[in-house]
C-alpha cells in the first residue's frame, strides 16, 4: 500500500473521530443547506469591494471566501456580529460594522452563496515545502506540537460539519496573519483555545512555511 492511500485512510479515520467529537460537544453548528444562494448572490454585492464579486480576493490583507465551509462562514459572520455588538466574539474593525446589521437569514444566504463558489488555487513555493509538509503533516511532538492534519485534513479541506475552515487557495499572507494572531492572543474566537495552543509553539520561520504550504494544497 502506497503512502499516499495510507494518508487518505489515517485521515479518513481522524476525521470520523472530529465529527463524533464534534456532534458530542455539540459545536456542528447547521451546515445544512439553510441558506438561499441565489438571495446570497444578491446580499454580496456590498461584500465584492474587498472579497472580490467571486469571492476570490485581489488583495491578500482580505480572505477567499470562495469556496469556504458555510458552516465557518455563518460562525464568523455571527462572532463578529456578536463583537460589535458589545459582546463576545470575534474583534475585527472592517467586518465587525459590516456584520451588525445581518440578520439569521442573511448570513445564512451569504454563507449558502460564497461556499457555492469555486477558490482560486495557488502554488507551493519550493523552498517551502520539506518544512512546511513535516509539519503540517506530521508536527512536532518536541514541542508538543499536533499536525495541522488532524482539524484541516491532508488537502486542506478542514471539516464542514465542526466548522474548521478549508484552508487550501487561500491567501498565504493571509493565514500567516491570522496564525500570528492567534499567537499574540488577538483572535481568540477559536473553540476551547485550540489554535492558540497550536499557534503560540510556533516559530515566525514555521508560521511562514506553513502559510505558504497550506495554501497550495489542493
Given at each position: 500500500?502506497?503512502?499516499g492511500?495510507?494518508?487518505?485512510k489515517?485521515?479518513?479515520?481522524?476525521?470520523?473521530?472530529?465529527?463524533?467529537?464534534?456532534l458530542?460537544?455539540?459545536?456542528t453548528g447547521?451546515?445544512?443547506?439553510?441558506?438561499?444562494?441565489?438571495a446570497?448572490?444578491t446580499?454580496?454585492?456590498?461584500c465584492?469591494?474587498?472579497?472580490?464579486p467571486?469571492?476570490n480576493?485581489?488583495?491578500?490583507?482580505?480572505?477567499k471566501?470562495?469556496?469556504?465551509?458555510?458552516?465557518?462562514?455563518?460562525?464568523?459572520?455571527?462572532?463578529?456580529?456578536a463583537a460589535?455588538s458589545?459582546?463576545?466574539?470575534?474583534?475585527?474593525?472592517?467586518?465587525?460594522?459590516?456584520?451588525l446589521?445581518?440578520?439569521?437569514q442573511?448570513?445564512?444566504d451569504?454563507?449558502?452563496y460564497?461556499?457555492s463558489l469555486?477558490?482560486?488555487?495557488?502554488?507551493?513555493?519550493?523552498?517551502?515545502?520539506?518544512a512546511?509538509?513535516?509539519?503540517?503533516m506530521?508536527?512536532d511532538m518536541?514541542?508538543?506540537?499536533?499536525?495541522?492534519t488532524?482539524c484541516?485534513?491532508p488537502?486542506?479541506?478542514?471539516?464542514?460539519?465542526?466548522?474548521?475552515p478549508?484552508?487550501?487557495?487561500?491567501h498565504?499572507?493571509y493565514?500567516?496573519?491570522?496564525?500570528?494572531?492567534?499567537?499574540?492572543g488577538?483572535?481568540?474566537?477559536?473553540?476551547?483555545?485550540?489554535?492558540r495552543d497550536?499557534?503560540?509553539k510556533l516559530?515566525?520561520?514555521?508560521?511562514?512555511?506553513?502559510?505558504?504550504y497550506?495554501a497550495?494544497?489542493?
Amino acid at each position: 500500500m502506497g503512502s499516499g492511500s495510507l494518508i487518505t485512510k489515517s485521515w479518513n479515520a481522524m476525521k470520523n473521530l472530529v465529527i463524533t467529537l464534534a456532534l458530542m460537544v455539540g459545536v456542528t453548528g447547521m451546515a445544512q443547506a439553510k441558506g438561499d444562494a441565489a438571495a446570497g448572490q444578491t446580499k454580496a454585492a456590498v461584500c465584492a469591494a474587498c472579497h472580490g464579486p467571486d469571492g476570490n480576493s485581489l488583495v491578500d490583507m482580505y480572505p477567499k471566501i470562495a469556496g469556504q465551509h458555510a458552516s465557518y462562514i455563518k460562525k464568523q459572520l455571527v462572532e463578529l456580529k456578536a463583537a460589535a455588538s458589545g459582546q463576545i466574539g470575534r474583534v475585527a474593525p472592517v467586518m465587525g460594522p459590516m456584520a451588525l446589521p445581518l440578520s439569521e437569514q442573511d448570513m445564512d444566504d451569504l454563507a449558502a452563496y460564497f461556499s457555492s463558489l469555486k477558490v482560486t488555487p495557488i502554488a507551493v513555493p519550493d523552498d517551502v515545502v520539506e518544512a512546511g509538509k513535516a509539519l503540517y503533516m506530521g508536527g512536532d511532538m518536541s514541542r508538543g506540537l499536533a499536525a495541522c492534519t488532524a482539524c484541516h485534513g491532508p488537502r486542506g479541506s478542514g471539516v464542514e460539519q465542526a466548522k474548521y475552515p478549508n484552508l487550501s487557495g487561500q491567501h498565504p499572507a493571509y493565514i500567516k496573519a491570522q496564525l500570528t494572531a492567534f499567537r499574540a492572543g488577538t483572535r481568540d474566537n477559536d473553540p476551547n483555545g485550540m489554535m492558540r495552543d497550536v499557534a503560540k509553539k510556533l516559530t515566525d520561520q514555521d508560521i511562514e512555511a506553513l502559510s505558504k504550504y497550506v495554501a497550495g494544497l489542493h
